[in-house]
């Protein structure tokens, strides 16, 4: 990975489109000379009109999940995953400001990077629009559920299964990290199974670019997963996605991470040591592979340097893995979710599948602000695996 640019979307950089962004919404935000047009053609293909919105599935801190199925086209009946982030919020004074800038590059990041990574272990993309003040994602609909639960029913996992599911996530950072992207919010909420049970990552709000540091990520990620030298803020690269791994590789196999406390203060003192007290249960390999992935300092870390995952590919804990296996799903998912029928949503919180299903009004929003995700629209065009329009 070098200093330019590493991905491009309709040949302008991610890079300087970010930085337009960012000058458009610093300086003038009357002024639309300077926005770039990223293809005109791609606005309006689709609308919210065509999805019937079924129920909730998820809420995070930029936006809601529904499940959706799709009402027309060659896909017409299929269930899809929609995410809805708010584009911005009304600037009202120097405060809100900041978060709106936020806001704004976070819903904009996640759609460009999920156009641009396609990868088995990654939640594929298949459509992106936008109205009024919202972007919508349309995503493939992942029966399996979250890993997440899978984990708090089981408690921890045998180390055959944890490295089952570890082996697909360490073939997805790989690849985040060869298009110079990191993805800075492992953990296991983040990681959802499809309907054969192998994993994807999911949730794209808080990834970076491995090049830039223009934007200040305050409330990105889990304070029990996040890398010292995020915590810090000594500057950052892709090694805090190893330093992730590590923890939740001590997670799946222990059943809790290994730096906790009873708040944000005290992990963070307690990560920042770096005290790293294995049980004694792990086995040689396990406990050989988390010490060196929670190395405090980044150039001791496995994973460090252009080597990347190739030096965790080759560790003894992943010695019985065949990597051509994995990337080609030919290895079988120690979990497959059972389904009823192709929404079956039982493998989802309550909580959320039962909120009934609406999608808040649109409300206004400044044109600059609008202009800034000309081109946003996306889809229409065949998907490799030829499930588009
Ligand atoms: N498919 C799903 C299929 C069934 C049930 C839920 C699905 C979800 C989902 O919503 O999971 C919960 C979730 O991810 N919620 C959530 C996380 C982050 C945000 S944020 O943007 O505000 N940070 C919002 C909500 C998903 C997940 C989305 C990807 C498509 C597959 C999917």
Redesign the pocket.
Known sequence: MGDEPVFAIDGVSQRMMKSLVLEELNNNPNNNQTLVDLGKQNINKLNLDDFEIKR????????????VKKLEGSDKGKI??M?V?KKAVIVRNKETKTLDREINL??KL?RDVLEAVKHPFI?QLIYAFQAANKVY?I????????LFMQLQKERMLMEDTAIFYLSQIVLALEHLHTNGIIYRDLKP??I?LDREGHV?L??F??VKESASDEINYTFCGTVEYMAPEILNRSGHGKEVDWWSLGILVHDMLVGSPPFTGNNRKIITERVLKGKLQLKKYLTPDAKDILTKLLKLKIENRLGFGPEDAKGIKSHRFFSAVKWDDVINRRTEPPFKPVLRSEDD?S???EV??MKPPFDSPPGSISDSVSELFIGFSYGGSPQPNGEMS
Request: aromatic share 16%.
């Open positions: 909730v599935l998820g809420v995070g801190g930029f936006g809601k999940v529904f499940q899809y995953a995410k982030l976070h819903a996640e939640v994602l995503l493939e609909y992942l029966s399996g559920g979250e909420e983040n959802m994807k999911t949730d709000g808080c949503f493998n989802f919180d959320f599948t």
